[in-house]
């Protein structure tokens, strides 16, 4: 079984920058898609972005386009979400996810999760 740990969620200043990485047991993801999805508090857990470890392909959702960038380190099975330009509605516990392939957006393809870490925008 995959585990994941998040790290380097905290609180910051609008229009500030924030990465988080995380950390995985196994020691490689080649058949694997590693995404973040996000949960504010009354809210669904949403998408956010994913990269397929084979190849790079990237997804992101509509909100995080053009501010966040998702990477993957496959050496050290790390994944990492760059966040710029935050905004207080970007504030939410951010999960990270290991999933099939073609995972993608598809929360239901994504069948190991970490514990999250919380990020929080203020305005």
């Known amino acids: 079984q995959v585990q994941l740990v998040e790290s380097g969620g905290g609180l910051v200043q609008a229009g500030g920058s924030l990465r988080l990485s995380c950390a995985a047991s196994a020691r490689t993801f080649s058949s694997y898609t590693m995404g973040w999805f996000r949960q504010a508090p009354g809210k669904e857990r949403e998408f956010v972005a994913a990269?397929?470890?084979?190849?790079?392909?990237?997804y992101y959702a509509d909100s995080v386009k053009g501010r966040f960038t998702i990477s993957r380190d496959n050496a050290r099975n790390t994944a990492s979400l760059q966040m710029n330009s935050l905004k207080p509605e970007d504030t939410a516990v951010y999960y990270c996810?290991?999933?099939?392939?073609?995972?993608?957006?598809?929360?239901?393809?994504?069948?190991?999760w970490g514990q999250g870490t919380q990020v929080t925008v203020s305005s």
């Open positions: 996810a290991v999933g099939t392939p073609a995972a993608a957006r598809s929360r239901e393809l994504y069948d190991y």
């Open positions: 990269i397929r470890w084979s190849g790079g392909a990237t």
